[in-house]
Every structure is written in C-alpha cells, then in structure tokens.
C-alpha cells in the first residue's frame, strides 16, 4: 500500500537505474527478496527502502558473487539480527530504567534513616 509523501518508482525507471533487466526485478521479487507495493491497477511501486533492498541484493549478487539462495539467508539473519539489536536496546534501556529507580529508591531511604551512613562505612574492614 503506498504511503502519501514518499517516493515511488516504476519498474521501468528502476530497472534503467540499476541498469538491470525488469524481469530480474520480477524475478527478485518472485523469490521473496523484494516486495514492491502495487497501485489499484497492480502496478508495481518500488520504495526507497526497495530501492535499499536492491542495492543490498546487487551488491551481494555483483560484487561477491552470492546466489539468490544466499541472498535470501544473508537478508533473512540481518533482519533477524535487526530484531535482536531492537530486544538489546529495549532491555538496556529497562535495565537503565531500574538501575536510576534504584538509586533514587536508596537515597530515599538514606534520607529517612536513623543512621545517615552508606553500607560500606558499615562493613568493618578485617586486619
């Protein structure tokens, strides 16, 4: 479904782009790799993050050599490595979260103790 104020392209200005065949994009497309959005009468739109894919997809294709098979594996654990980064980052913020929580939880309870003193000046020091 296309989204208003972005930037579509047809097939035919994409395959001149990348100075490949349309039918290599239908092909790509056929396997999986990209996934244009259509208009109403099932014209095929490429976005800018198609555009991306595609670069990724030639890149891989061109300058290393990568069947389609490979293509589809490498594609699949990036976006599955974009997924983990995306947990790591929601956990660390959690993580930053509670440890500040902490902090102000501990301070309030010095503030309101009989004995102002940190646990280390607790702790006596064995000789």
């Known amino acids: ?10 097939i ?11 039918q290599t994009l239908r092909l790509y497309e056929r396997e999986g ?5 259509r208009t109403d009468g099932n014209t095929r739109l490429y976005s800018e993050e198609d ?9 891989l294709t061109r300058d290393l050599g990568v069947n389609l ?12 490595i974009e997924v983990m980064q995306g947990e790591v980052n929601e956990f660390m913020a959690y ?3 509670e440890m500040a929580r902490g902090v102000d939880d ?4 010095l503030s309101t103790a ?7 000046d607790l702790v006596k020091s064995q000789k």
């Open 33 to 37: 790799l990209l996934k244009p959005s």
């Open 114 to 120: 009989l004995v102002k003193s940190s646990p280390t």
């Open 106 to 109: 501990w301070e309030q309870r």
């Open 95 to 97: 993580v930053k979260k």
């Open 51 to 59: 555009l991306e894919q595609l670069e990724t997809i030639l890149s």
């Open 12 to 22: 035919s200005a994409v395959a001149q782009k990348y100075n490949i065949h349309a």
């Open 69 to 80: 098979a490979g293509v589809e594996i490498i594609l699949n654990m990036r976006r599955k």
């Open 1 to 10: 479904m296309k989204k208003p104020g972005k930037a579509y392209y047809m």
